[in-house]
């Protein structure tokens, strides 16, 4: 059983810059690919960006390309989300996911563990 904690969401003007972090425990951390998720208002979860097990591919969503980085530290049992440039319609809560799959996915059903997430509003 592997627990995902979130955290550095908040509050930042349009522009502005976050790093997400989200600690892992439980689990062999490097056994899983790992991704972050939005999710608006009224809206469905979706994919922002996820990395391989070694975080040597990654994946990013066309709306957030060139904006957002993600990596993972496997010695910190932690990925990350850089994300500058914020728009106001980046406003959601950020999740991450982890997957026992061996390539990363895009797809949220096949992902096993989430964590509780995390709010990020960016003001116009």
């Given at each position: 059983?592997v ?31 790992m ?23 990654t994946?990013y ?20 989300l850089?994300?500058?440039?914020l ?9 991450c996911a ?7 996915t895009?797809?949220?059903?096949n992902?096993?563990y ?5 709010q ?5």
């Amino acid at each position: 059983q592997v627990q995902l904690v979130e955290s550095g969401g908040g509050l930042v003007q349009t522009g502005g810059s976050l790093r997400l972090s989200c600690a892992a425990s439980g689990g062999t951390f490097s056994s899983y690919a790992m991704g972050w998720f939005r999710q608006a208002p009224g809206k469905e979860r979706e994919v922002v960006a996820t990395i391989s097990r070694s975080g040597g591919s990654t994946y990013y969503a066309d709306s957030v390309k060139g904006r957002f980085i993600i990596s993972r530290d496997n010695a910190k049992n932690a990925i990350y989300l850089q994300m500058n440039s914020l728009k106001p319609e980046d406003t959601a809560v950020y999740y991450c996911a982890a997957t026992a799959r061996y390539y990363a996915t895009i797809i949220t059903q096949n992902y096993d563990y989430w964590g509780q997430g995390t709010q990020v509003t960016v003001s116009s």
